[in-house]
């Protein structure tokens, strides 16, 4: 009875503390079985373990007892081949992912073994399963880590990176378990969807994907499209635009909205900028194009700011990932902006291309027939992951209880006595001898702290996206006596700080200090982020300490609660805050932001989800193509004097097929890059909707999907057009001088979230703009 109520109870307190937490009982209780075997298969040979494994091969689908032997010989195989025996904490999180769960674990509880474990079981199960990274180095580094565990249980393992050539690449993703950036294995989807013979395609089709720091991909960066582009011409940025907006002035020429998302010219500025354009009349028809370049150049030169959204190295603009604090490799913001703050920071434009195919991370992830992942900061997205993938989210018990003790926030009233509060107990701390790591909001604050702390006789190290390629041996130190690591965002490092370095050679004097002491000089526009940093303190119950500064004029504030509530003092000597409605007004504005976010994903969603769904209507008609002789004997049917012609040429059969095949792909190909480019036109010109009281997803889907019929029935046409026009040869038809000419070089790149508005939000920026300079 007793045991009855124990589990009722664990499992009320699940429902009441763990929103959207799966029930951990069933796994809890196949731990004894899996421990009674043990002692069985530590008396193995490594080949013997290797052949048990493979019995696994016949089980069609895991049932309780195939999760035991699963995690007996995962559990082996770690202690023979990297030395660590999974914990039982660390088995219910292998568990959990073979069911098909998001596990929560916190930083430290080995999620990267849970994760080899699953993707090993999975493998037994003759799936091929991708083990998805947030970024290279994290790829290569597991996979070679983890290979002995795979090699005992006969399970083959690879991973993919950028300097890999095709064939690499294809002999990577044959294996049963492909480690591989989320960004790699998507651009390798692009490139796949373009080819023109079944031989060149490198992936299998999609059947499991397990995804590491699953909130920062499926959640973060969900919304963010990888672009495969093909050369078109050099972009060209507005330099005389350009040169105008550099000198016109906030308040007088421009305003900006609270959020730093909005710019636009005041009736003073809109004449300047017609004057020095030679009197163009800008919100005429004819002025429409200069319009568009100054309201582009107007944005790069107000709302983007070097060293917090960007940084300006080697002669290139490198955009900065702000979940991330690190360089955004190969991310760019759509053409024009991109080009504009090339122009705003004087520096070489980069090529424009074509767009000939795109996915966002959330379409390339709904691919997968199953997916599952591991983070330790789940739980505050877990609506999230059930509304967008349909995912329960499975809050995995830490091993050894967390002693961390977490401070309250400290708030002030300006950042500036925010700063001097910092910095003193920086020196307090660090004169104990006590590690210390700051977690700061971008390069800009991080580098000015450093400056500050040095200036003070405080030397520290910074860890920002000018030298994150040094981030592994600088995180290893972080936990040394004396230690003051001053860092960017977090998330995603993929490096445990270990209490006295990464040797721990001064572990227990460290412990005896009190552990790592983390500092936030500031919320995070999302609570997981500032989880995350804490999480970095305390890691497999060792002692530590965090606390967030803040002020009332941060940021966050600012843009999401700015209307501070009546009657908040703060003290005159430090400007510190202690009323708890200055603690209220800060969770408040967190909670906006959080909103915030997730409506622009919804509302990303909306319109990418028609998207997706044409672009899987249209790959199963390219599929038939690739694989069947259907582009042939559409085009004999077509026309059939010139199909008879051209076989009779080439006396080969199967080089007939290949070039009509050819043909048809490239039609197909090219008219998918002119829909993708009508439907930005389309969602560009569709914020006036608004003003007339119409749905703007309404009128989108309205224009999309009449075009989009047209593309099969227009691809077949200029196919047999193509056909009848050519010249045929001996050799057969000379494509390129047909017209069937494919980028003679392409590229592929993320974009960066959308960095406008809603919507309705530009559309009343326009209107009120126009107001304006109606009422003068």
């Given at each position: 009875?007793a ?6 109870g664990k499992?009320?307190?699940r429902?009441?503390q ?8 069933r796994?809890e209780?196949l731990l004894?079985?899996?421990?009674k075997?043990e002692?069985?298969?530590e008396?193995l040979s ?9 019995k696994?091969?016949?089980?069609a689908?895991f049932g309780?007892?195939?999760l035991v032997e699963?995690c007996?010989?995962g559990r082996e195989?770690?202690?023979?081949g990297?030395g ?7 088995l219910i999180g292998?568990?959990g992912?073979l ?7 916190e930083t430290g ?6 994760g080899?474990?699953?993707a090993?079981?999975?493998?037994l199960?003759g799936k091929?399963?991708h ?7 994290l ?7 983890m290979?002995?565990?795979y090699?005992?249980l006969?399970?083959s393992?690879a991973w993919v990176e950028?300097?890999?050539s095709r064939d690499?690449r294809r002999?990577?993703?044959n294996a049963?378990?492909t480690y591989?950036?989320?960004s ?10 373009l080819?023109?013979?079944?031989d060149?395609?490198v992936?299998?089709p999609p ?5 590491d720091e ?10 963010v499209p990888?672009?495969?582009?093909g050369t078109?011409d050099?972009?060209v940025?507005?330099e005389e ?5 550099r000198?016109?002035r906030l308040g ?6 609270s959020d730093?998302?909005?710019a ?5 500025g809109s ?7 030679g009197?163009v009349?800008?919100?005429d028809d004819?002025?429409s194009?200069?319009l568009a ?9 107000a709302l983007?700011t ?7 190295r ?5 955009l900065?990932?702000a979940?991330?604090g690190?360089?955004?490799?190969l991310q760019?913001?759509p053409?024009g902006?991109?080009?504009?703050v090339e122009?705003?920071?004087?520096v070489a434009v980069?090529?424009?291309g074509e767009i ?5 991370v959330q379409?390339?992830?709904a691919r997968?027939?199953?997916?599952a992942?591991?983070t330790?900061?789940a739980?505050a997205v877990a609506?999230q992951l059930r509304?967008f993938?349909k995912?329960?989210v499975a809050?995995i ?7 961390r003790e977490?401070?309250?926030d400290?708030?002030?009233s300006?950042?500036?006595q925010k700063?001097?509060?910092?910095e003193e107990e920086?020196?307090k701390?660090?004169e104990t001898?006590q590690p210390?790591?700051?977690?700061t909001q971008d390069v800009a604050?991080s580098e000015?702290?450093?400056?500050k702390l ?6 520290c190290v ?5 030298n994150?390629e040094e981030?592994a041996?600088?995180?290893?130190d972080?936990?040394?006596r004396?230690?003051v690591t001053?860092?960017?965002?977090m ?7 270990r209490l006295?370095g ?9 412990a005896?200090l009190?552990g790592l002491?983390?500092?936030g000089t ?6 997981r982020l500032d989880?995350?940093?804490r999480?970095?303190?305390g890691?497999?119950?060792d ?6 500064f803040a002020?009332?004029?941060?940021d ?7 209307d501070l509530p009546?009657?908040i003092?703060d003290?005159k ?19 906006v932001?959080?909103g915030?976010?997730l ?7 909306r319109y990418?989800?028609l998207?997706?769904?044409q672009?899987?209507?249209?790959l199963e ?8 002789d259907f582009?042939?004997e559409?085009?004999?049917k077509?026309e ?5 012609e ?11 097929v290949?070039?009509?095949r ?6 197909l190909d090219q008219?998918?890059?002119?829909h993708?480019?009508f439907l930005?036109d ?5 914020h ?6 119409e749905a703007?997803?309404?009128?989108f889907?309205r224009a999309?999907?009449?075009e989009f019929h ?8 200029r196919?047999?057009?193509?056909l009848a ?8 038809i000379?494509?390129a001088e047909?017209g069937?000419?494919?980028?003679n ?9 959308n ?5 309705f939000?530009q559309?009343?920026k ?8 109606g009422?003068?």
């Amino acid at each position: 009875m007793a045991a009855l109520i124990s589990r009722v109870g664990k499992r009320l307190r699940r429902i009441i503390q763990r929103p959207g937490s799966v029930e951990l009982t069933r796994y809890e209780a196949l731990l004894p079985a899996i421990e009674k075997l043990e002692p069985e298969l530590e008396k193995l040979s490594d080949q013997g373990l290797t052949e048990r494994a493979a019995k696994l091969r016949e089980v069609a689908a895991f049932g309780d007892d195939d999760l035991v032997e699963v995690c007996a010989l995962g559990r082996e195989a770690a202690r023979r081949g990297i030395g660590e025996r999974a914990f039982d904490v660390q088995l219910i999180g292998t568990m959990g992912l073979l069911t098909g769960h998001i596990v929560q674990m916190e930083t430290g509880e080995g999620k990267t073994l849970a994760g080899a474990l699953a993707a090993a079981g999975f493998g037994l199960q003759g799936k091929h399963v991708h083990v998805v990274t947030v970024n290279d180095y994290l790829a290569r580094r597991d996979a070679e880590w983890m290979r002995p565990i795979y090699d005992l249980l006969g399970v083959s393992v690879a991973w993919v990176e950028p300097l890999h050539s095709r064939d690499e690449r294809r002999e990577s993703y044959n294996a049963e378990v492909t480690y591989g950036a989320v960004s790699e294995i998507g651009f390798d989807v692009l490139r796949d969807r373009l080819v023109t013979s079944p031989d060149d395609l490198v992936q299998p089709p999609p059947e499991i994907a397990i995804v590491d720091e699953a909130d920062s991909v499926l959640v973060d960066e969900a919304r963010v499209p990888l672009v495969m582009a093909g050369t078109v011409d050099h972009a060209v940025a507005d330099e005389e635009v350009a040169k105008i907006v550099r000198r016109l002035r906030l308040g007088l020429h421009y305003e900006t909205d609270s959020d730093g998302r909005n710019a636009w010219l005041t009736t003073a500025g809109s004449s300047v900028v017609e004057k020095s354009l030679g009197g163009v009349e800008l919100y005429d028809d004819s002025g429409s194009s200069r319009l568009a370049a100054v309201n582009v150049a107007l944005h790069a030169h107000a709302l983007l700011t070097r060293d917090v959204d960007y940084l300006v190295r080697d002669g290139k603009v490198q955009l900065i990932n702000a979940a991330r604090g690190r360089v955004a490799e190969l991310q760019r913001w759509p053409d024009g902006l991109q080009a504009a703050v090339e122009a705003k920071e004087q520096v070489a434009v980069t090529d424009r291309g074509e767009i000939l195919d795109s996915i966002t991370v959330q379409a390339l992830l709904a691919r997968y027939p199953k997916v599952a992942g591991m983070t330790g900061t789940a739980v505050a997205v877990a609506e999230q992951l059930r509304e967008f993938y349909k995912l329960e989210v499975a809050v995995i018990p830490p091993n050894t209880p967390n002693v961390r003790e977490d401070a309250p926030d400290r708030i002030y009233s300006s950042p500036s006595q925010k700063l001097r509060a910092i910095e003193e107990e920086i020196r307090k701390v660090h004169e104990t001898g006590q590690p210390i790591l700051v977690g700061t909001q971008d390069v800009a604050e991080s580098e000015e702290l450093a400056e500050k702390l040095a200036k003070a006789d405080l030397p520290c190290v910074v860890l920002n996206a000018r030298n994150d390629e040094e981030e592994a041996a600088i995180i290893a130190d972080a936990g040394k006596r004396d230690a003051v690591t001053v860092s960017t965002q977090m998330a995603g490092r993929g490096t445990d700080i270990r209490l006295g370095g990464a040797d721990g050679a001064d572990r227990e004097e460290v412990a005896e200090l009190g552990g790592l002491h983390v500092i936030g000089t500031a919320r995070y526009p999302s609570s997981r982020l500032d989880g995350q940093l804490r999480g970095r303190s305390g890691r497999q119950g060792d002692p530590g300490s965090a606390v967030f500064f803040a002020s009332l004029n941060d940021d966050l504030v600012l843009s999401n609660a700015p209307d501070l509530p009546d009657g908040i003092s703060d003290d005159k000597e430090t400007g510190e805050i202690t009323d708890p409605a200055a603690h209220r007004q800060l969770n408040h504005a967190q909670r906006v932001a959080e909103g915030v976010d997730l409506e622009i994903h919804r509302n990303t969603w909306r319109y990418t989800r028609l998207i997706e769904r044409q672009r899987g209507e249209l790959l199963e008609h390219r599929d038939k193509v690739l694989r069947t002789d259907f582009a042939a004997e559409a085009l004999e049917k077509a026309e059939p004097e010139k199909y008879k012609e051209l076989t009779e040429k080439l006396d080969d059969e199967t080089k007939l097929v290949q070039l009509s095949r050819e043909i048809m792909l490239f039609h197909l190909d090219q008219l998918w890059s002119d829909h993708l480019a009508f439907l930005t036109d389309v969602r560009e010109s569709i914020h006036l909707r608004a003003l007339a009281r119409e749905a703007p997803l309404d009128e989108f889907h309205r224009a999309a999907i009449p075009e989009f019929h047209k593309i099969i029935p227009q691809a077949a046409e200029r196919s047999a057009k193509t056909l009848a026009e050519a010249e045929i040869t001996d050799n057969g038809i000379d494509l390129a001088e047909s017209g069937v000419r494919r980028a003679n070089s392409t590229w592929t790149y993320l974009v960066h979230d959308n960095p406008f508005d809603s919507d309705f939000e530009q559309t009343l920026k326009r209107v009120r703009s126009m107001m304006k300079r109606g009422k003068e």
